[in-house]
């Protein structure tokens, strides 16, 4: 738990983006830190969670003095890279101020080169299991990217289509 400090506020009044990352990254950590991720790993491998994409709702503005939490989870994985769920929550009201999904992989700590996930990280994963809820899901476009990188040799990408729910443009 943590409270919104006059200093990471905008004109408004209200939290900066930039510091609903940085909550969102610290956050990340300890889920890391859940998944045998965390220091250890990063020390005796050389490797540690990298955040390579984020999809971010903001639902409610968070005024200086505000307490907050951070909850989260994993949704899930897709190869070797992990998809985990997170909400900034307003304690004084129990409302939801902000969503985060963040697509990470394990890096190279010098290289940053992506590095494959231990064995056991799918059991370890169980425990955080988590889903998105509807105040979370994106309006338009799936979380995935809009297209996919063309494949080596090919002139272009391939188009994949918007959100079959409808719930943007399509």
Do not use: K
């Not at 990352?21 to 005796?44: F, I, K, N, T």
């Not at 005024?63 to 909400?87: D, K, N, S």
């Not at 307003?90 to 992506?114: H, K, Q």
């Amino acid at each position: 738990m943590g409270s919104v400090q006059i200093g990471e506020c905008d004109v408004m009044g209200h939290m900066n983006v930039r510091h609903y990352v940085s909550r969102s990254l610290e956050a990340l950590a300890w889920l890391g830190l859940e998944l045998d991720l965390g220091p250890r790993h990063a020390r005796d491998h050389g490797a540690g969670l990298v955040p390579v994409d984020q999809h971010i709702r903001f639902l409610r503005e968070l005024p200086a003095g505000t307490p907050f939490t951070v909850w989260g989870g994993v949704i899930g994985r897709r190869e070797q890279t992990l998809r985990f769920y997170q909400e900034i929550r307003n304690a004084s009201a129990e409302a939801v101020a902000a969503t985060i999904v963040t697509d990470a992989m394990l890096g190279d700590l010098r290289t940053g080169a992506p590095r494959p996930l231990p064995s056991g990280i799918d059991q370890a994963m169980t425990r955080l299991a988590v889903a998105v809820p509807d105040h979370a899901a994106p309006r338009g476009l799936r979380f995935d990217p809009p297209w996919r990188p063309a494949e080596p040799g090919a002139r272009e990408g391939t188009r994949v289509d918007a959100n079959p729910e409808g719930r943007g443009p399509g």
